[in-house]
């Protein structure tokens, strides 16, 4: 399986084409994939409600490893980056579907991604933002952070979450070390805030094009 995340950025004048290609796009980028979704992203600072950035979209697409290539219309697009990926951990599902295979390969220095993605309970959703309003506040500063921003299928209340890390460690240390994303933890099993979700790690096996459309820095 390949799975590789397509980023790229619109001028203003372009948002409603970027619009109208969430809705006519969605049937084409499926051919031929194993897992395709359109998808909007938060602008990268904060991960709440209103943290939309509608001149940055993004595409998600799972392929068989001797598939072709199924690169998305990117309309309207100025400026993008792909992401190659390659599952090493996956829990959960997305549109009822376990979309990445893992695959037992040696571990290795170099850096992970990690995709979280949930489906919002009727009546949680307020409850959710708040909670998680401590630790947008702190991700910028996580040591190890390459980048992250905000994914989700509608452009505003965004389900979920895209992060590039230096390694393995760092992921762990922000995880379960720094106080405010363990608690955000430890009350997600207490609350039953999703009705769907999904957890996944991914080794970043290549990134081409331009960084700045994700946000890149070096890390701390």
Known sequence: MTVRLYVWRVPRSKIPAAFWSMAVD??????????AKLLGTGNGRDFGVGSADLTRWAALITT?????????????????CTLTLEPIASRGTWS????????????????VAVLTRARLKTGKALAFWRA??????????????????????????FQG????????????????RRPEHAAVVARTAEVGWYAEELFARFRVLGIDGDR???GWRDGQ
């Open 161 to 176: 979450t895209m992060s590039v890390w230096r390694s393995a460690a760092d992921v762990v240390r922000f995880a379960y």
């Open 132 to 157: 998680i309003g401590p630790v947008g506040a702190i991700a910028g500063e996580a040591e190890g952070l390459h980048c992250a921003f905000g994914l989700g299928e509608a452009p505003v209340g």
């Open 212 to 214: 700045e459309v994700i």
């Open 64 to 80: 068989a490893d001797e598939a072709p290539e199924r690169r998305p219309p990117m309309r309207g697009a100025v400026a993008s």
């Open 26 to 35: 969605k049937r084409k980028i499926r051919k031929n994939a194993d897992f």
């Open 96 to 111: 009822g579907q376990e979309p990445f295979q893992p695959v037992r390969t040696a571990r290795g220095d170099g850096p």
